[in-house]
């Protein structure tokens, strides 16, 4: 599925009950980190501006944060002779190994300086059990381990969830089908979200196979005034 086949809703209405995903805006994925998604930071400007209006209509913004040791088994480092990029898959790590990135207490780790963080009500941390990477907000790799973000709003009573961030084709993918998963209405927001494209065309299977699950998709003008 490639971008211009994507069908936008349209005149949706901010409730109470909404929440905005926004995922892993850190400075490791922008250009120059140590895993950057290309052209990663044009989108923090949007982002804020759909988080505010979230705000406004008293909506939850809640953000993830990759927060790795530095003995994480997904880095390549940690395993010798093997290289980021290099296909590796066990239960809880894979396909491919990665560079070390968003370790914790580092710079690469933290927020990018531009992304508004005062609207936020919490904020999401994954991928710190060295064992288990952790893609999604929901739930680590191993596909047991949750993150409490699934408990968080539910308790928050909200019913949809839109996301945006990065990477597309990763940690928001996973982000967007886990979300369904557990049973909330999740609208994904590709205008706002970059990916890697990690293999070669995962950007199109993604958006394909959130469409198969019932995903739906909005950008910036989908909103009502």
Not at 77 to 102: F, M, R
């Amino acid at each position: 599925m490639e971008f211009k086949e994507i069908k936008f809703e349209t005149d949706i209405g901010i409730i109470s009950t909404d929440a905005l995903l926004v995922v892993d805006m850190q400075y490791d994925f922008m250009p120059g980190g140590a895993l950057p998604v290309e052209a990663g930071d044009e989108i923090i400007k949007g982002i804020n501006e759909v988080a505010q209006a979230f705000f406004n209509k008293k909506a939850k913004i809640i953000l993830t944060q990759d927060w790795h040791p530095k003995n994480h088994l997904s880095f390549a480092s940690n395993h010798p002779g093997k290289n980021p990029g290099d296909k590796y898959q066990t239960e809880a790590i894979g396909p491919v190994l990665w560079p070390d990135h968003c370790v914790q207490g580092t710079h690469g780790a933290n927020f990018h300086e531009d992304l508004n963080l005062d609207v936020a009500h919490a904020i999401i941390r994954k991928g710190y059990n060295p064992n288990i990477d952790s893609y999604s907000g929901f739930l680590e790799n191993d596909k047991k381990s949750e993150t409490g973000l699934a408990g968080l709003l539910k308790s928050l009573r909200i019913k949809r969830i839109f996301i945006c961030g990065l990477a597309l084709d990763y940690c928001c993918y996973f982000s967007a089908i886990d979300g369904k998963s557990f049973g909330f209405n999740v609208i994904f927001m590709p205008n706002l979200s970059k990916g890697i494209d990690i293999p070669s065309g995962n950007i199109s299977i993604s958006l394909e196979a959130m469409k198969k699950q019932g995903i739906k998709f909005a950008n910036n003008n989908s909103f009502k005034s």
